[in-house]
């Protein structure tokens, strides 16, 4: 979870100073999500929308010795926008996906994208009236997240591997071969002429101290392994083909400060800065 998102639910939990004179005049007034994507950080709206939503999506997080459900991952939808929201609670008993609701009040949240949030007040209301469901796009995009950490705590089990230049599946059992067959598309081609791909998993740990295990690929590996030779100076530059698993992971163990930006469902990272 994020430091934004703890601060939330710490808020939410322990604040518990509600505007009540604000929620009766916005009762009678939801805002379109996209007029509430204008709305600043921290502020109460009331929604209408189409919930989509994935119980298996459904975390249990410990603040303070409490157990609580959080659905960082739903999405809610109108016929003028989308926008993340994170369900907290006994509320994801209730909600269904693919169901139309008005949420009253929501807690917008101002993060690198903006999103939504139930509060422990939010009371719900199941409407008859039809949203649009979200584009594919935007599910991809509420999809990633960023962390910022200060260091790899861990990294591990390097693998590389070479891919066709066809259809980029993976080619197997060819470590002797000077000329190889793709499983999948069944193009014959040099292995010399073959793209060569690599992973490794690394665990980082945010300001939370929350951990995250995730997967970094040649192009992100690629970028850290160049950020590591520029920090290197005069020592010899390492490459990711040529270099063995414990250079390369003592090169990815001493990098400063990362930004990383990954896929909450498969914990891949899509890029990671240094700044
Ligand atoms: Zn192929």
Same mark, same amino acid.
Do not use: H, M, Q
């Given at each position: 979870m994020d430091?934004?998102?703890?601060?939330?639910?710490?808020?939410?939990?322990?604040?518990?100073?509600?505007?009540?004179?604000?929620?009766?005049r916005a009762e009678d007034l939801p805002m379109t999500i996209a007029e509430i994507q204008k709305v600043e950080g921290g502020q109460l709206v009331i929604a209408e929308g189409r919930l989509t939503c994935s119980s298996d999506q459904i975390k249990e997080i410990v603040i303070n010795g409490n157990s609580i459900a959080c659905n960082e991952s739903a999405i809610l939808t109108d016929q003028t926008a989308s926008i993340p929201l994170t369900i907290w609670g006994e509320l994801n008993k209730t909600l269904t996906s693919e169901t139309s609701y008005k949420l009253a009040p929501l807690r917008v949240k101002s993060y690198h994208i903006k999103r939504v949030s139930t509060t422990p007040y939010t009371r719900v209301l199941k409407l008859e009236k039809e949203f649009p469901a979200p584009e594919e796009e935007f599910t991809a995009a509420a999809d990633i997240t960023e962390i910022r950490v200060p260091?790899?705590?861990?990294?591990?089990?390097?693998?590389?591997?070479? =891919?066709?230049?066809?259809? $980029?599946?993976?080619? !197997?059992?060819? %470590?002797? *071969?000077?000329v190889v067959t793709c499983d999948r598309c069944k193009a014959s081609q040099r292995i010399a002429k073959c793209a060569q791909e690599c992973n490794l998993r690394i665990t980082v740990q945010d300001e939370d101290n929350t951990r995250y295990v995730l997967t970094a690929f040649r192009e992100v590996l690629n970028a850290m392994v160049a950020k590591s030779n520029e920090l290197k100076q005069e020592e010899e530059a390492i =490459?990711?083909?040529?270099? $063995?698993?414990?250079? !390369?992971?003592? %090169?990815? *163990?001493?990098?400063?400060?990362?930004?990383?930006?990954f896929r909450k469902s498969t914990a891949v990272i899509t890029e990671v800065r240094f700044d």
């Open positions: 430091a934004e998102a703890l601060d939330l639910v710490v808020a939410d939990l322990v604040v518990v100073e509600i505007d009540f004179e604000y929620l009766e260091s790899v705590n861990f990294a591990e089990y390097l693998k590389r591997w070479f =891919s066709c230049g066809r259809c $980029s599946k993976a080619l !197997t059992d060819i %470590a002797t *071969l000077e =490459s990711l083909e040529n270099t $063995s698993p414990e250079e !390369t992971y003592k %090169a990815i *163990l001493l990098l400063p400060e990362l930004t990383l930006k």
